[in-house]
């Protein structure tokens, strides 16, 4: 069964860090881009970043760029999202969802999400 | 980047109603679109990917059409546990953009 699980949410100041880690299985996981989207509370859906399975190619929104860090590990089928200089407007869940890697790069499997709440 | 524009923002249809929704995209973005369904507290769930293909296990009531900058996501006859939130999105380039969202209710 495929499995994609968030970990690392929590509270955090403004400009503090936070690391968040998705743990995948059920797949081969490093075939598979991967990419996280969040969702502020009571708003709609935000892509943040992607990552293709070797890596090469990585993405982001406008939003986090030069702050976030998408990252893998396909040893240990782990996905890692570094965010620095955390600021208020990125409280959110923050979902990690694997890509069916078909034409036009659907979402197929999401996690249950982490919450990042980001204030003093 | 590209915008992706939902129609209407919000619904009330009652059970076996047919349901439509619309997403128009800024720019021609051939069929680089998918949808997904949201309910309350949970993760979004696909849909429909490259426009028309229907995710696997998702039922036949549920289809989508378009092509360019025009799609929509229709639902044959609604059933109860299809209440919830609908997303477009287009992957044609990034940032891989999401429509606002459209909120189905009962009506």
């Known amino acids: 069964e495929v499995q994609v699980v968030e970990s690392g949410g929590g509270l955090v100041k403004p400009g503090g860090s936070l690391r968040l880690s998705c743990a995948a299985s059920g797949f081969n996981f490093n075939i598979y881009n991967m990419n996280w989207v969040r969702q502020a509370p009571g708003k709609g859906l935000e892509w943040v970043s992607s990552i293709v399975g070797s890596s090469t190619y990585i993405y982001y929104a406008d939003s986090v760029k030069g702050r976030f860090t998408i990252s893998r590990d396909n040893a240990k089928n782990l996905l890692f999202l570094q965010m620095n200089s955390l600021r208020v407007e990125d409280t959110a869940v923050y979902y990690c969802?694997?890509?069916?890697?078909?034409?036009?790069?659907?979402?197929?499997?999401w996690g249950q999400g982490i919450l990042v709440t980001v204030s003093s | 980047d590209i915008q992706m524009t939902q129609s209407p923002s919000s619904l009330s249809a009652s059970v076996g109603d047919r349901v439509t929704i619309t997403c128009r995209a800024s720019?021609?973005?051939?069929?680089?679109v998918n949808w997904y369904q949201q309910k309350s507290g949970k993760a979004p769930k696909l849909l429909i990917y490259s426009a028309s293909t229907l995710q696997s296990g998702v039922p036949s009531r549920f289809s989508g059409s378009g092509s360019g900058t025009g799609f929509t996501l229709t639902i044959s006859s609604l059933q109860a546990e299809d209440f919830a939130t609908f997303y477009c999105?287009?992957?044609?380039?990034?940032?891989?953009?999401f429509g606002q969202g459209t909120k189905l209710e009962i009506k």
């Open positions: 969802a694997r890509d069916l890697s078909d034409y036009s790069n659907p979402l197929d499997y």
């Open positions: 999105q287009q992957s044609y380039t990034v940032p891989y953009t």
């Open positions: 720019q021609s973005i051939s069929n680089y």
